[in-house]
């Protein structure tokens, strides 16, 4: 039986391709963003978080825990302990729900029963499921599964991919997505490796390689003050998005700070915690470029 861990599925979206949809996040990305809005979906593992405003410091989570409960030490169990087994003891002790788990295995066909409790809204307004993350590709033979599963049911299908991933995975879903939501952050190479960990040259090339074969591709561009919004970078991407058949929308997403405070909670830190959302001025000089380009540029979505 096909299995895949996910960290979220949210109900009711506008934001991740045409009509009502059901995102499913899954779990793990081979691209480490300094500005990543859901970090609680780079590792492949489950991970615990912790939302300080609800913790009232009462150290159940301790004294439930296998591993923290024989330590001299006190306080509040942290998110991160190497030795954690993500048994979920802290998390079933804690009164408050200060402490959640981030992942959960589920098979294909129980994602698809919930995936299906939305089908009336999939329908009437034209939506559908979008397979997200972390990076959907970096699980493909759950995400090739479900896509199947989807289809059959004759769902709209979505990826949103950071399009890192071997080529022939991403050609293997093609053919069970209706639309795929391709990220682009910045054309030059050196940068992009410095801001994600990752060089981009696989990415584009599998752009290519896509549109040898799908004419249905959303470009998005996270606008991130000081990494890419300089219009030389604005323009190279939108030169290199131009050139691409099957590129029919760019999406400009505006840098916005709900991952600083998800870093936080997972006992990481992020070098972006003080950078400022882009104003709206920034943002329609940025759609201007893509317009320029001769390309139907929109601002979020
Ligand atoms: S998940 Fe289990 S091992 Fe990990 S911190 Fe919580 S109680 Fe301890
Ligand atoms: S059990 Fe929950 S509320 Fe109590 S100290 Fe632990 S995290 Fe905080």
């Not at 934001?15 to 809005?37: M, N, S």
């Not at 492949?44 to 989570?61: G, K, M, S, Y």
């Not at 004419?215 to 691409?244: H, K, M, S, Y």
């Amino acid at each position: 039986m096909q299995r895949g861990m996910i960290f979220n599925l949210q109900r009711y979206s506008v934001q991740d391709g045409p009509g009502i949809r059901t995102t499913v996040f899954l779990k793990g990305c081979p691209l480490r963003c300094a500005w990543c809005h859901n970090p609680e979906g780079i590792s492949p593992e489950r991970e615990i978080l912790i939302l300080e405003n609800r913790c009232v410091a009462c150290l159940e989570c301790r004294r439930a825990c296998p591993i923290g409960s024989g330590e001299m030490e006190v306080g509040v169990l942290p998110a991160r302990d190497e030795r954690c087994h993500f048994c979920g003891q802290c998390i079933a002790a804690c009164p408050s729900e200060a402490r959640l788990m981030a992942g959960r295995e589920v098979t294909v066909p129980q994602l698809l029963e919930e995936l299906l409790r939305d089908r009336i809204f999939y329908e009437e307004s034209g939506g559908g499921v979008t397979l997200s993350g972390g990076e959907p590709l970096a699980q493909p033979e759950f995400l090739l599964a479900v896509l199947r599963a989807c289809k059959d049911q004759g769902i709209h299908t979505a990826v949103d991919t950071c399009g890192l991933a071997a080529t022939r995975h991403v050609l293997a879903v093609a053919p069970f997505t209706d639309l795929f939501l391709y990220d682009l952050k910045l054309m030059d190479e050196a940068r992009h490796r410095r801001f994600t960990g990752a060089s981009n040259t696989l990415i584009l090339e599998n752009l290519k390689a896509l549109s040898g074969v799908h004419r249905q591709i959303w470009i998005r561009v996270p606008v991130i003050p000081g990494v890419n919004d300089a219009p030389a970078d604005l323009e190279a991407t939108a030169r290199f998005a131009g050139g691409i058949p099957g590129v029919c929308q760019v999406n400009l997403l505006p840098y916005h700070r709900i991952g600083v405070a998800k870093f936080h909670r997972l006992g990481l830190e992020t070098e972006f915690a003080a950078t400022p959302p882009p104003s709206e001025g920034s943002m329609s000089a940025a759609r201007a470029i893509f317009e320029r380009a001769g390309m139907d540029a929109r601002i979020g979505g």
